[in-house]
């Protein structure tokens, strides 16, 4: 079955870039979406189709997808942007989600 | 504005049957897949299954596959998981996700429910 790997954390200071990696074999020729989930919540999408942002979230977020590893980036990282975040793609007639990115922002 | 609204907490044994319900309002309920997502606790989202209510069209992980049934009454805009014997194992909150379907090969979620958590022990 087809796997997306995550790095388990990230660390950024307040005002920095962070970045997310989801890597999986052809990554590129999948459409890949972002998922942030705050303790205690349901995720919420902020990413879909590789780069398009739901209405309300923040221009910050961005993604990229090219090779075999879609990126999610966070331009300015805010104390609010503390989160688990999964990548998720679709293949063989599956949801395939990444095992999850902890993002700490100190 | 679209609300996924699911039912409360269960606390069941091993061997008991149970399911579980999403209220949708907001949309059309027929017109867009609805499915299941499973996060055990302290672990990762995992997807269960989806169905389309116009054409109870269903789609099943490998993974849950004969474990689970997903289901969807268009009267009342709702839909449901439903396990016939639980495990300890199915100890989880559950989410009830709202699905998009755009080009081919892209899919993802662009409503959450609440959680429904089950707990599952002797």
């Known amino acids: 079955s087809y796997e997306l790997t995550q790095p388990l954390s990230v660390s950024v200071s307040p005002g920095q870039p962070a970045s997310i990696t989801c890597s999986g074999d052809?990554?590129?020729?999948?459409?890949v979406s972002w998922y942030q989930q705050k303790p205690g919540q349901p995720p919420i999408l902020v990413l879909y189709e590789d780069d398009k942002r739901p209405s309300g979230i923040p221009e910050r977020f961005s993604g990229s997808n090219s090779g075999n590893t879609a990126t999610l980036t966070i331009s300015e990282t805010q104390t609010m942007d503390e989160a688990d975040y999964y990548c998720q793609t679709w293949d063989n007639y599956s949801y395939v989600f990444g095992s999850g990115t902890k993002v700490t922002v100190l | 504005e679209v609300q996924l609204v699911q039912s409360g907490a269960e606390v069941k044994k091993p061997g008991e049957s149970l399911k579980i319900s999403c209220k949708i309002s907001?949309?059309?309920?027929?017109?867009?897949?609805i499915g299941w997502v499973r996060q055990m606790p302290g672990k990762g989202l995992e997807w269960v299954a989806i169905?389309?209510?116009?054409?109870?069209?269903?789609k099943y992980s490998p993974a849950f596959q004969g474990r689970v049934t997903i289901s969807a009454d268009k009267s009342i805009s709702t839909a449901y998981l439903r396990w016939s014997s639980l495990k300890a194992s199915d100890t989880a909150m559950y989410y009830c996700?709202?699905?998009?379907?755009?080009?081919?090969?892209?899919?993802?979620?662009?409503?959450w429910g609440q959680g429904t958590l089950l707990t599952v022990s002797s």
């Open positions: 907001g949309y059309t309920f027929a017109n867009y897949w």
């Open positions: 169905i389309y209510p116009r054409n109870s069209e269903t």
């Open positions: 996700t709202r699905h998009e379907i755009q080009n081919i090969g892209s899919y993802w979620i662009n409503y």
């Open positions: 052809k990554l590129e020729d999948k459409f």
